[in-house]
């Protein structure tokens, strides 16, 4: 038997000896506080070298555009896909996610301290967005390919928050417009990609401490409300490029309301409204205060959403463009027929022919219509008797901005105006965007601003309008945009783009004209971040 | 002669030889040491989750490995003996199946993704042919197997294509298991044995990256060339 127990014991001591312990994956952070990184290192979804991603996007049409625009990637690029703690639009704490992308490579442009762009997206109707997601790129409209290829490409790291609503964020909503909201999770997806950064695979890269912000779109105003609340914390920005931006807001409303629809506003609506609604609790009482009987079951929680945006038209959850009622409604302000008569008229369908938008106007129109006539009449009864100084056409000596509004959405657009609070950037701006935006005007949104900080000191705001005549050092990006316009018009009259005549062929342009200036703003930005 | 017979005459001899030198008393337990040689068959579902391309059929293969064999036998009958055998668990080497390149240009096929150790007794019924007074005795067993993996390690490679530090699940496995072997009594109670067994190990394999948890059903498919000395007692 002592055979046997010596025996055992070899055995015993072998299996001992062979044991030690398992790998383990990223530390999940205890701290729910906003900006905490929830795993570090963080999930690299992608990782691509120069010839790779240039390869990558070569292989659709749409990649091989953008590659025309960028320019050939000189520098890989990892994605990273970091997930962070924020605060929600009613102060929530809620875990949100977004995209760290890393260039690499033997370049000196592409690895040691190199500077960060931190971006903000543009509207998203699809809740599956995911910045880090190369593969599942058409949910996030491409963005994340044009911003990996004209920044990360190129030597800057990009930080890019799919903000709270999307991807796996449980908030139910989007905090779409909300300025406060938008600005702290662009910060705290900062601070949780600068945690991750020296812990990623890619760590031959790091933070130069240069800070560029930009954005397109609804991200522009998150980009320039990041710039106020980062210029306001004392914390350093290098430079600013928000794009296509719907920064004035309370003005941008007012446009509308008063009939110069927006192309896309019914999927813009929900969105706005359940935002604030979230936020402040005065917006309505129930969804039937502001939205027809057709649609307002269930269009608080409508948007974002996993359905495609053509399958919730299709099955009357939106309409097709009619944001408001074809029939004009009847204005009546007690002891004040003059005033009645002007809103009533302002109010009505748009039809002046020599106005080349009436068209795109009038699509904002019909029956069924989102929007009830009497709230439309309460925002522009509010309208009229708290004007903003900027539209119909600036006033001189009135405040660009209203003075307390009373109507509750119309005040939630004025506190999320970027002229709010009399702000103006201390750090370098490039407002750039595109004359012919149907979706966000550039007179009432960039014209604004400028008009607003046209006091500033000499070079501190630059405007670029996209397809002014090409002028000055952005000349060869305005050239570029036309002739892709042109370029496009022309396909779409060709056999193989459909033979269209031009009418048609330039209400199809109408539609792509806003995602259209977007890489062109990108380059521009890129180009004037460069020089800082 | 048949060229059958020629070649069975020694080991008819050897048996009568070995046979002759048995004692009386029949020892009912025995030991045995020796080494594993295990050769797997792996297959699977391809690897599901997050972030996998479509259309990307991710799969493993594990390299072959050898380890010293134990064993533990107890007599039960003339014919019918139970044993526990075990391996010095083996450290066993995963590597993808797949396209040259994932998520990029991150390597993917033919790296070394992953190691574990596994430890994998058996539990067996042997039925050994003839009675105690041959030497040598063919035997065929049926068993249960139970397989645990430790040391489950992620390598760098692993890693990099799955996207971060990754922690290897791998359940337990408890399977059926069959063999076919011989022993040849020698003097003074030792005796050599050299078997060949089939195993099923599946387990449900899942990685996880920070936060982002993949799997696939893995069939492992070993099976063993043992060759061993035993002493009874």
Known sequence: ?532 | MTKFALRALPVALLSLTASLAWADEIPNNTVRIGEYWVFYHTSGSALSGPFIPPGEDLTVTVKNVQTPYLAYLRRLSTHFTAELAFGIPPLTKTYGKGPATLAGTVPYNGQELSSARWFAPTLSLLYMFFDESYALRPYIGAGVNYTAFFNRNSTPAGDAAAGGPTRVELPSSVGPSGTIGLSYRLPHNWSLSASYSITRVITHSTAITAGVVRSSDVSFGPQAFVAAVGYSF
């Open chain 1, 1 to 532: 038997m002592s055979k046997l127990r010596h025996l055992s014991a070899a055995i015993a001591a072998a299996v001992l000896t062979a044991c030690g312990s398992d790998s383990t994956t990223s530390t999940v952070a205890s701290s729910t506080t906003h900006g905490t990184l929830v795993e570090n290192p963080p999930f690299r979804t992608a990782s691509l070298n120069a010839a790779s991603f240039a390869a990558q996007l070569s292989a659709n049409t749409t990649g091989a555009q953008l590659l025309q625009i960028t320019g050939t990637p000189t520098c890989g690029v990892d994605f990273y896909y970091i997930k962070f703690w924020t605060v929600g639009g009613a102060g929530e704490s809620t875990e949100s996610s977004g995209a760290l992308m890393v260039p690499t490579g033997a370049a000196p442009t592409c690895s040691g301290p190199r500077p960060i762009v931190l971006y903000g997206h543009g509207t998203w109707v699809d809740q599956t967005g995911n910045m880090a997601d190369i593969v599942n790129y058409a949910a996030t409209n491409d963005e994340n390919l044009m911003v990996a290829a004209t920044f990360a490409a190129q030597g800057y790291i990009v930080v890019a928050p799919n903000f709270a609503g999307y991807d796996i964020s449980t908030l139910g909503y989007h905090p779409y417009f909300n300025a406060a909201q938008q600005a702290g999770e662009m910060i705290d997806t900062l601070a949780a990609a600068r945690t991750a950064l020296p812990n990623t695979m890619s760590s031959a890269t790091s933070d130069s401490g240069k800070l560029f912000i930009t954005g397109d779109s609804a991200g522009s105003n998150a980009a320039m409300a990041t710039q106020r609340a980062l210029e306001a914390a004392g914390q350093a920005v290098t430079a600013a490029a928000p794009s296509s931006g719907a920064y004035a807001l309370e003005a941008f409303g007012d446009a509308i309301f008063f009939g110069s629809v927006i192309y896309g506003s019914p999927e813009f609506a929900p969105l706005v409204t359940t935002s604030f609604q979230r936020a402040y609790g005065n917006i309505y009482s129930a969804t039937t205060d502001i939205y027809s009987a057709t649609y307002a079951t269930g269009i608080a929680t409508l948007l974002p959403s996993a359905t495609p945006i053509d399958t919730l038209i299709a099955n009357g959850a939106l309409p097709a463009s009619a944001l408001f009622d074809s029939t004009t409604p009847t204005v009546t302000i007690p002891g004040n027929a003059i005033l009645s008569a002007e809103l009533t008229a302002a109010l009505a369908v748009p039809s002046n022919p020599a106005n080349p938008d009436t068209p795109l106007f009038e699509a904002g129109f019909g029956n069924p219509y989102l929007i009830n006539n009497s709230y439309r009449v309460s925002y522009a009864l509010d309208a009229a008797s708290n004007p903003d100084g900027a539209v119909p056409t600036p006033t001189a000596g009135v405040p660009l901005a209203a003075v307390a509004p009373t109507q509750t959405l119309r005040l939630a657009l004025y506190k999320n105006d970027m002229r709010y609070g009399d702000w103006a950037p201390n750090s370098p701006t490039l407002l750039c965007g595109g004359d012919q935006d149907p979706e966000v005007f550039f007179s009432v949104n960039t014209g604004t601003m400028a008009a607003f900080w046209s006091g500033l000191p000499a070079g501190l705001i630059t405007v670029l309008d996209v397809s002014a005549t090409p002028a000055g050092p952005f000349a060869p990006i305005q050239t570029a945009f036309q002739q892709a316009g042109a370029a496009q018009l022309a396909f779409y009259m060709s056999a193989a783009g459909g033979s269209l005549t031009l009418a048609q062929a330039e209400a199809l342009l109408v539609g792509s004209y806003h995602r259209g200036v977007e890489p062109f703003c990108a380059l521009a930005a890129r180009n004037f971040f460069s020089q800082f």
